[in-house]
């Protein structure tokens, strides 16, 4: 609001100084992607393996190993190996009910699951602008720290029979530390190895699926060693001890970084001089901060078609805030809570589904849960690494070969959802392992994908902000559809409803959203002349199918492009 200088009667620019200005400025400020200022001692110590930042601009190393980028490799493996015990959860269920409940089929400890699953993509979620500025160490310090308190509060809670401790411990604070330390060494992988982007972000997430193997067939022994409550405080503190470990090993590249002849970008170095030389801006916010890069102008998108502007070149001048504004996110988003959400359900229920539809023992349905982890890990790594050799091989722009990847599992796992209902009524126990192995390995291959396809999509140093704000629909998927289906489950059951018909209930609500995945995916836009044109303009085979204009282009042709049809 205006303000007017009573003694001349001259009006004031408007102020900023009110609460919901306030606000605003420091949300936005938050989703602004900064880049810390890098001092010649910070690149000297990080030339080692060994290195601390000691404070007042001053660091202390160690010399003798240098570092490589392909020591992050390891790292990240075990990082998520160790947040990976999140999917052996269901091996804990029935211990848990019959501690807390004294009913095994009470069915209530997956909530705490649940909860997790919906903290730890809120966190992804807003924390992930934050990784960006302080970097992936201080992230899994922070997370693993958060990940051993929660731990520590389950098993006093267990201790004391007090339930809430559990959703709490586990699904809130535990949970926290798990987000920040499952985005930290994606977001580092995806700038260390922009000529590996699929391949390291498959190792980067791969842990996760084999974690969930080692973890699923430890906790029934470590129970039966130590007891229910002591394997928290077990498991906790060997995890603590191996993910500040890792921490040392974390670090972002310097800007001038090149791998394979690209740049952080995933431009050829020369492509990216020559955008320089045109005055392609991408980087300087202030000496602490980077530009708040420009929106692409209709200016812009002619000197695109210019044949040594690449799509990366396009890409870089994206804002972290224009990039959540695109419909291609937003298509994407929507796709990838299809693409997991039946994945998470059967992951949070197997060792059950073993137990209450083929008869099977718990320790069999562990068995199940730690093979069915494995196919997890082999998906997370084997498809990126697919989508790396399709781009490579064929020629293809790098989005395109990434959202192939997603046509194959959404397809999959339509055809085992549809396949399901009819193996549980015939108890075809070895067919319905190999269907859940399969639909696992495309789940954990969509999570080990979705990395490299949002930094071809929005760029190297939106990558920790976008995938944290995408594995918020994972989350959706946990609390709501994973509850729901509990919940479902549970009155049905209560109504009289046999355990097979009450699974295949839901699982006819599932077929439904992957069919809308499976379209929404066609409405992604890989082509950067599509995607930065202004309206919503797509292209197949090079010519144009569908053209909505934007408001702003029939007003103004020189409008600004990324604006929603």
């Keep these: 609001?205006?303000?007017?200088?009573?003694?001349?009667?001259?009006?004031?620019?408007?102020?900023?100084?009110?609460?919901?200005?306030?606000?605003?400025?420091?949300?936005?400020?938050?989703?602004?992607?900064?880049?810390?200022?890098?001092?010649?001692?910070?690149?000297?110590?990080?030339?080692?393996?060994?290195?601390f930042y000691i404070g007042k601009s001053r660091y202390w190393f160690v010399r003798g190993i240098k570092f490589s980028r392909w020591y992050l490799f390891f790292a990240a493996f075990l990082i998520q190996f160790c947040i990976g015990s999140l999917y052996s959860w269901s091996v804990l269920n029935k211990p848990l009910d019959t501690l807390l409940y004294h009913n095994a089929k009470a069915e209530k400890s997956v909530n705490a699951f649940y909860t997790a699953v919906g903290i730890f993509g809120t966190t992804t979620a807003i924390m992930g602008p934050w990784i960006e500025r302080n970097g992936p160490r201080a992230g899994v310090l922070l997370g693993a720290s958060a990940f051993f308190i929660g731990y520590v509060i389950v098993a006093i809670s267990l201790h004391s029979k007090w339930a809430t401790g559990l959703y709490l411990g586990y699904g809130v604070v535990s949970?926290?530390?798990?987000?920040?330390?499952?985005?930290?060494?994606?977001?580092?992988?995806?700038?260390?190895?922009?000529?590996?982007?699929?391949?390291?972000?498959?190792?980067?997430?791969?842990?996760?699926?084999?974690?969930?193997?080692?973890?699923?067939?430890?906790?029934?022994?470590?129970?039966d060693l130590v007891g229910l409550p002591s394997?928290?405080?077990?498991?906790?503190?060997?995890?603590?001890?191996?993910?500040?470990?890792?921490?040392?090993?974390?670090?972002?590249?310097?800007h001038e970084f090149t791998a394979g002849g690209l740049n952080i970008h995933g431009e050829a170095v020369g492509e990216a001089e020559e955008a320089s030389r045109r005055g392609e801006k991408f980087s300087v916010m202030s000496s602490h901060e980077?530009?708040?890069?420009?929106?692409?102008?209709?200016?812009?998108?002619?000197?695109?078609?210019?044949?040594?502007?690449?799509?990366?070149?396009?890409?870089?001048?994206?804002?972290?805030?224009?990039?959540?504004?695109?419909?291609?996110?937003?298509?994407?988003?929507?796709?990838?809570?299809?693409?997991?959400?039946?994945?998470?359900?059967?992951?949070?229920?197997?060792?059950?589904?073993?137990?209450?539809?083929?008869?099977k023992t718990?320790?069999?349905?562990?068995?199940?849960?730690?093979?069915?982890?494995?196919?997890?890990?082999?998906?997370?790594?084997?498809?990126?690494?697919?989508?790396?050799?399709?781009?490579?091989?064929?020629?293809?722009?790098?989005?395109?070969?990434?959202?192939?990847?997603?046509w194959y599992a959404l397809v999959v796992q339509m055809i085992i959802v549809g396949t399901l209902p009819y193996l549980i009524r015939h108890k075809n126990f070895t067919m319905f392992c190999i269907e859940t192995f399969i639909l696992t390995?495309?789940?954990g291959g969509g999570f080990g994908t979705i990395p490299c396809f949002l930094t071809d999509m929005f760029g190297a140093y939106n990558i920790g902000a976008m995938h944290g704000i995408i594995l918020t629909s994972w989350s959706i998927g946990g609390v709501g559809g994973g509850m729901s289906f509990n919940s479902a489950y549970r009155s049905a059951i209560?109504?009289?409803?046999?355990?097979?018909?009450?699974?295949?209930?839901?699982?006819?609500?599932?077929?439904?959203?992957?069919?809308?995945?499976?379209?929404?995916?066609?409405?992604?836009?890989?082509?950067?002349?599509?995607?930065?044109?202004?309206g919503y303009r797509y292209s197949i085979c090079g010519k144009t199918v569908l053209h909505i204009k934007s408001k702003k282009q029939n007003e103004d042709p020189n409008a600004l492009l990324l604006n929603d049809a």
């Design 231 to 254: 394997l928290f405080l077990v498991v906790g503190g060997i995890m603590l001890c191996v993910l500040f470990c890792c921490a040392i090993v974390l670090r972002s590249p310097h």
């Design 494 to 534: 209560a109504d009289g409803t046999s355990p097979a018909d009450a699974y295949i209930s839901a699982f006819h609500k599932i077929f439904a959203i992957l069919v809308v995945g499976f379209f929404l995916n066609f409405f992604v836009r890989t082509n950067p002349l599509d995607r930065f044109a202004p």
């Design 362 to 406: 718990a320790a069999q349905g562990a068995d199940i849960v730690s093979v069915n982890g494995a196919f997890n890990s082999i998906g997370r790594v084997m498809f990126p690494v697919i989508s790396d050799a399709i781009i490579k091989y064929f020629k293809v722009e790098p989005a395109k070969g990434r959202k192939m990847i997603f």
């Design 1 to 51: 609001m205006k303000g007017e200088d009573r003694a001349s009667g001259v009006l004031l620019p408007p102020t900023n100084n009110t609460c919901p200005q306030k606000v605003k400025a420091r949300i936005k400020k938050h989703w602004t992607v900064p880049q810390k200022h890098r001092t010649p001692e910070q690149d000297e110590a990080e030339d080692y393996l060994i290195s």
């Design 175 to 223: 949970a926290f530390g798990m987000g920040l330390c499952y985005i930290s060494p994606v977001s580092a992988l995806q700038k260390w190895f922009p000529d590996y982007r699929g391949t390291a972000a498959g190792f980067a997430v791969g842990g996760y699926g084999a974690g969930s193997i080692v973890w699923g067939k430890a906790y029934l022994p470590i129970i």
């Design 441 to 443: 390995a495309s789940y």
């Design 290 to 359: 980077y530009e708040s890069i420009v929106t692409p102008s209709a200016h812009d998108l002619e000197e695109a078609v210019h044949p040594t502007t690449t799509a990366q070149a396009m890409v870089k001048k994206l804002t972290l805030i224009d990039a959540i504004k695109t419909i291609d996110f937003k298509f994407l988003y929507l796709m990838f809570f299809a693409n997991q959400l039946f994945g998470l359900i059967v992951l949070s229920k197997v060792s059950s589904m073993c137990v209450d539809l083929f008869g």
